[in-house]
C-alpha cells in the first residue's frame, strides 16, 4: 500500500491571489455603501466626471497604422486607466468606454467606414487571471452599442513576451514581433484593434500583422490614451484634429 502524500488541492485561479481579491471585494463594497465619486477629483455622482476626462480624439501614425486616442497617458486619465485596471474600480469601465468608442467613431468617420469589428488587444492569461477580469475585452464589449459595431477576440498571444517596461523602441518590437495569431475574418468588415493604452505602437503593430496576415482588412487602432512622444522616426502625431468625446448614454 502506497504511503504517498496527496498532492494538495489546487486553489481556484480567483483564491491564487488573495490580495487582489480582498482588494476587488473592498472596492465592490465601497460602491454599495459609499456614496459614487469621481477616481481623480472627489466630485460626488460620477466615477469619472466631465471636467475631468479628455475633451476630444487625436490621432497619431504608427508605421502607417492609424491610431486615434482621447488624451496623453498622464494626470485624471492616467488615475482613471489604472484605478480600472488594477484597483478594482469595475464601475470605471463604463465611462472608459464611452471615451473608447468616441475615439472608435473618430476613426470610423476619417476612414469613411461606416461599421467595423472590434478586436481587443489579447492580455496574457497571467494578467487576466490575476485581475480577475480582461480589462480591454470588458470595454470593446461595452463600446459595441454606441458604436454600431460588433466586438470578437479574433487575437490570441501565441508565445511569451517579455516585460516591456525598460525595453527601447527597438527591443518592444523585437519582443512583440510574431507573438500573436489572428482567427480567420468572418462576415467581411474590418477590424479596428482597440487597446488601453498605446506606447511605442508595437503591440498594435503586431496586432495589425496578425490580423492582416490571417485576411482581415484593418481600419487601424482606437485606444483610450497615448505616452506622450518626440515624433520618432515613422510616427506623427495630429493634433490639430480635435473632435468631441461625445458622451454615451447607453
Request: with cysteine; charged share 20%; hydrophobic share 45%.
Amino acid at each position: 500500500m502506497s504511503t504517498a502524500a496527496a498532492d494538495p488541492p489546487r486553489l481556484p485561479p480567483a483564491m491564487r491571489h488573495p490580495a487582489r481579491v480582498v482588494a476587488r471585494l473592498a472596492a465592490a463594497l465601497a460602491e454599495l455603501v459609499l456614496p459614487l465619486t469621481c477616481v481623480s477629483c472627489g466630485a460626488p455622482a460620477e466615477s469619472f466626471c466631465a471636467d475631468c476626462r479628455p475633451g476630444g480624439v487625436r490621432f497619431r501614425s504608427v508605421a502607417a497604422v492609424p491610431i486615434a486616442f482621447c488624451g496623453d497617458y498622464g494626470g485624471a486619465l492616467r488615475t482613471a486607466v489604472l484605478s480600472y485596471k488594477e484597483r478594482g474600480r469595475a464601475d470605471l469601465a463604463r465611462p472608459l468606454a464611452e471615451l473608447l468608442a468616441a475615439a472608435v467613431r473618430s476613426l470610423l468617420e476619417q476612414a469613411d467606414v461606416p461599421s467595423a469589428v472590434l478586436v481587443p488587444v489579447p492580455s496574457s492569461a497571467a494578467a487576466v487571471q490575476e485581475r480577475g477580469f480582461d480589462h480591454v475585452r470588458r470595454l470593446a464589449r461595452r463600446s459595441r452599442a454606441s458604436t454600431g459595431c460588433s466586438s470578437r477576440s479574433a487575437l490570441r498571444l501565441s508565445r511569451r513576451v517579455a516585460d516591456s517596461a525598460g525595453l527601447s523602441v527597438t527591443a518592444r518590437a523585437a519582443n512583440r514581433h510574431g507573438a500573436m495569431r489572428a482567427r480567420s475574418p468572418g462576415a467581411g468588415l474590418p477590424a479596428v484593434v482597440v487597446d488601453d493604452i498605446v506606447t511605442s505602437g508595437a503591440t498594435l503593430r503586431e496586432a495589425v500583422r496578425a490580423l492582416q496576415v490571417a485576411g482581415w482588412p484593418v481600419v487601424g487602432a482606437a485606444v483610450l490614451a497615448a505616452t506622450p512622444r518626440r515624433h520618432p522616426a515613422g510616427s506623427t502625431d495630429s493634433p490639430g484634429v480635435l473632435l468631441p468625446c461625445v458622451r454615451d448614454g447607453h
